[in-house]
């Protein structure tokens, strides 16, 4: 069963064109919610960190909220450098240290 | 800090032949994780190690890999012997854990692995 479930699959927006992307969750008792982004080449670099409902975090154009069932990574006027693989990831059902990761939005950032 | 390190970034092997892949985790850190990646199966655990002890092998594909940490700056993930179906990216990540609450892992570059 899937824990973590990401959308869309891919993301193509213009320079300057906020959006977001969702990572929705089937964790009971989350304990926290990671985001990560992927170059081509490159291993995940990590972003945020989510612990409790309500929480936001912010990294330049990234901003990232959380519920109870989903978290949304949102892009404000993102930039080509922006274009990148988002991966959010949960801790697997008893255990402490395992993250299951969902598969992925591939954002590109038209210039 | 250098970051979690791993060798070879590249690693073209024949079918049937032994391949060993390294990693240096960050300084410090408790917790060591390997990983595998593939467009079909997008990112998957194979094992992780906490204090230099596996505790789940469970994602081990086969028995034809093995994965060891004999101190806290060094492990390696074996393929004894390598089939084409291997061919993927393998990731080493690492993360410290002090109590309770999951940390996040710092992945490598990873080793990109092609078995022909």
């Known amino acids: 069963e899937d824990q973590v479930t990401q959308s869309p699959e891919a993301l193509r927006l213009q320079e300057g064109e906020s959006s977001s992307l969702n990572c929705s969750y089937t964790v009971s008792g989350l304990r926290g919610l990671f985001w990560y982004r992927q170059d081509p080449g490159k291993g995940p670099e990590f972003l945020f960190t989510?612990?409790?409902a309500g929480e936001e975090k912010e990294k330049e154009r990234l901003k990232a909220t959380l519920t109870k069932k989903e978290s949304f990574l949102h892009i404000t006027a993102p930039k080509p450098e922006d274009s990148a693989t988002y991966l959010c990831?949960?801790?697997?059902?008893?255990?402490?240290?395992?993250?299951?990761f969902g598969s992925g939005t591939q954002l590109t950032v038209l210039p | 800090d250098a970051g979690v390190i791993q060798s070879p970034r590249h690693e073209v092997t024949e079918m049937g032949q032994e391949v060993t892949l390294r990693c240096k985790p960050i300084?410090?850190?408790?917790?060591l994780f390997w990983y595998r990646q593939t467009m079909m199966r997008g990112l998957e655990l194979l094992i992780y190690?906490?204090?230099?002890?596996?505790?789940?092998d469970s994602g081990m594909p086969e028995d034809r890999f093995s994965a060891k940490m004999p101190n806290a700056s060094f492990s390696t993930l074996k393929i004894q012997p390598s089939e084409p179906r291997d061919s993927a990216v393998y990731f080493c990540a690492s993360s410290l854990r002090v109590s309770g609450l999951t940390y996040e892992q710092y992945f490598g570059p990873g080793t990109r692995l092609t078995v022909t």
């Open positions: 300084s410090g850190h408790n917790s």
């Open positions: 190690f906490n204090n230099n002890v596996p505790i789940d």
């Open positions: 989510l612990y409790s």
């Open positions: 990831a949960v801790p697997v059902m008893g255990s402490a240290r395992q993250l299951t």
